[in-house]
Nanobody, 115 residues
């Protein structure tokens, strides 16, 4: 499975960005799609994930501000990020997990939120 992420950039605090990630290749049996992020000097952390049935899970720090969605027909996952804060600055990585319990990662896209 190959993942191509897009949509990162520079935004002022309070602004919005939308990240998208498209999966290609052996996309059959994709189960969970989601996003992690890694800020400088910190561990990678889960941001949000969405199951094949649409059930979602969010980090407490982004609840109410970020919304994850997916299009199963196109094998894409998106992350709408509103009310961005400087602490949201990180490299964001999309991923997919298949029912075989394997996981694939995108190349990462940088989100920078200025204060």
């Amino acid at each position: 499975v190959q993942l191509q992420a897009s949509g990162g950039g520079l935004v002022q605090a309070g602004g919005s960005l939308r990240l998208s990630c498209a999966a290609s290749g052996s996309t059959f049996s994709i189960n969970v799609m989601g996003w992690y992020r890694q800020a400088p000097g910190k561990q990678r952390e889960l941001v949000a994930e969405i199951g094949s049935g649409g059930n979602t899970n969010y980090a407490d720090s982004v609840k109410g501000r970020f919304t994850i969605s997916r299009d199963n027909t196109k094998n894409t996952v998106s992350l709408q990020m509103n009310s961005l804060k400087p602490e949201d600055t990180a490299v964001y990585y999309c991923y997919v997990s298949r029912y075989f319990n394997d996981r694939y990662w995108g190349q990462g896209t940088l989100v920078t939120v200025s204060s």
